[in-house]
Each structure stands twice: as C-alpha cells, then as structure tokens.
T-cell receptor
C-alpha cells in the first residue's frame, strides 16, 4: 500500500459527459502528479501540482483540468469525453516537487467511455 | 526533449534464469533514473532508483547502474522467480523542479516454473 488513494476505482460513462477523479496524497506529501496510461500512448504525464499551485503541464488536453485543494487532495476533471479518453488514470505524490524525490502511485482509476 | 527507450517485450524466461531489461535515455542536465514495476491489475511500485552517475540502485535482488557515458540504466536480476512476472517501466525525471516522470513503453516479463 503506497498510501496514495484514488476514487473511484472504475468509472463507466458516455461520450460527451464530464467526470471527476479524486486523489489523496500520502500524508505530508505536497506534490501531486497525474498520469494517463493507455495502450497506444503508454504512460504520459498530464499535470503537476505543488502545495496548491500548478507547477507543470504535460500532454494534457484543454478538455481536462485539475486542481489541488488546501488539504492537498487533488481532482482531475475530464469533460466532453471521447472514446479515446478511455484509459487508466494514475495520481502519484511526492514529498516535494523535485526530480530526485520518489513518486508513490495510487491504484488508479479505470475510465471507460462508451 | 527528454525520452526513455527500453527493450520491447514480451520477455519469457524460466524460473532461476538471468534477467536483463535494457533501458537507455536522452536527457539534458542531470536526471534521476527509476525502475517501476506494475503487477497485473495494480498501480506502479517503485523498484529502485539512482540519482547520479555511477549510482547503483538495488531492491529485491534487482539492480541497475546509472551509466552516464552510455546513457543507460539496464535492469538485471540473477535468478528470476514466477512472482517477478509483471510489467517493468524505466523512467527518468528532470533535474531541479522538473519532477514529472518520463516513462519508457514498458517491458512485460513472464516467468515460467
């Protein structure tokens, strides 16, 4: 158990809909990262938050957004969903935002868009 | 930009065989290097890491050495077990505040008894 929790575990929805994925980092960790894992793209970095502020963006679509709240949990919002958004979404946390810090991954949310 | 290339799988070995999974990287600055493992139906777990050249990361019998001259971080294990069957990902993170991980495509390992 990494100490990172993600909800829900599974999500099935229809095209055009909007969903919210939730992540609680390990106790004391200030950084939250979001990644998408799909068969064709592999594991891709989406966005990084550190202590409530956006730190870096990766291959995140404009239809996707995220935020980190004062209690340090984070939410990833996916809107106008398309079939191609079906994937595993992981969040990871680390103590700080530096490259040498280990990232601890949650169990993931499997999103299926029908 | 930064990237990671790892050998494509799947790799199938018999129990107690020697394992090598090749990983090379392209990066500016001084990245940290990682191996993560993903067991079926689970998230990623850190297997080992190295944060500077010539560092050797090791865990659970797995080892990898950060080779700056060959830009490599190959994963090795002397004697694999059935329980090592999983997907292995090589990853790097940039220096300084660039903490996000860049992953290779993953190598699926199957170990037969």
């Amino acid at each position: 158990d990494s100490g990172v929790t993600q909800t829900p575990k599974h999500l099935i929805t229809a095209t055009g809909q909007r969903v919210t994925l939730r992540c609680s980092p390990r106790s004391g960790d200030l950084s939250v990262y979001w990644y998408q894992q799909s068969l064709d793209q592999g594991l891709q970095f989406l966005i990084h938050y550190y202590n409530g502020e956006e730190r870096a963006k990766g291959n995140i679509l404009e239809r996707f957004s995220a935020q980190q709240f004062p209690d340090l949990h984070s939410e990833l919002n996916l809107s106008s969903l398309e079939l191609g958004d079906s994937a595993l979404y992981f969040c990871a946390s680390s103590a700080r935002g530096q490259g040498l810090n280990t990232q601890y991954f949650g169990p993931g949310t499997r999103l299926t868009v029908l | 930009g930064n990237s990671v290339t790892q050998m494509e799988g799947p790799v199938t070995l018999s129990e107690e065989a020697f394992l090598t999974i090749n990983c090379t990287y392209t990066a500016t600055g001084y990245p940290s290097l990682f191996w993560y493992v993903q067991y079926p139906g689970e998230g990623l777990q850190l297997l080992l890491k190295a944060t500077k050249a010539d560092d050797k990361g090791s865990n659970k019998g797995f080892e990898a050495t950060y080779r700056k001259e060959t830009t490599s971080f190959h994963l090795e294990k002397g004697s694999v077990q059935v329980s090592d069957s999983a997907v292995y990902f090589c990853a790097l993170s940039g220096g300084g505040s660039q903490g996000n991980l860049i992953f290779g495509k993953g190598t699926k390992l199957s170990v037969k008894p």
